[in-house]
């Protein structure tokens, strides 16, 4: 299997258009978001659902939950960087969360 190629930061840039709640992190290497819920069970809801899409995926987030709050960081490390497959995990995300 191919190594997924990292993102040149223009694509990063534009990719970041489509992803508003969504920022590159201080180092560049990642993208971030928290996500807020009204409720625990809607937090830990979504991270079963997303459990199940990075199974799918092969891609898994680095992510954490504190009662209605989810934070997640999204890198390729095997890239050392971003790649497309956090894009895409962040938009699967996105329409998941409904937010």
């Known amino acids: 299997m191919a190594m997924p190629e990292r993102l040149s930061d223009?694509?990063?840039a534009e990719a970041l258009r489509d992803l508003?709640?969504?920022?590159?992190?201080?180092?560049g290497l990642s993208i971030e978001r928290r996500y807020d819920f009204d409720d625990f069970v809607q937090a830990f809801g979504f991270m079963a659902q997303m459990a199940l899409v990075s199974e799918t995926m092969n891609h898994h987030p680095e992510w954490s939950n504190v009662y209605r709050h989810v934070t997640v960081r999204m890198s390729t490390h095997d890239a050392g960087g971003l790649t497309?497959?956090?894009?895409?995990?962040?938009?699967?995300?996105?329409?998941?969360?409904?937010?």
């Open 10 to 12: 223009a694509a990063i």
């Open 84 to 99: 497309a497959l956090d894009v895409q995990w962040a938009r699967r995300a996105d329409a998941v969360s409904g937010r």
């Open 20 to 27: 508003p709640q969504w920022r590159r992190s201080d180092d």
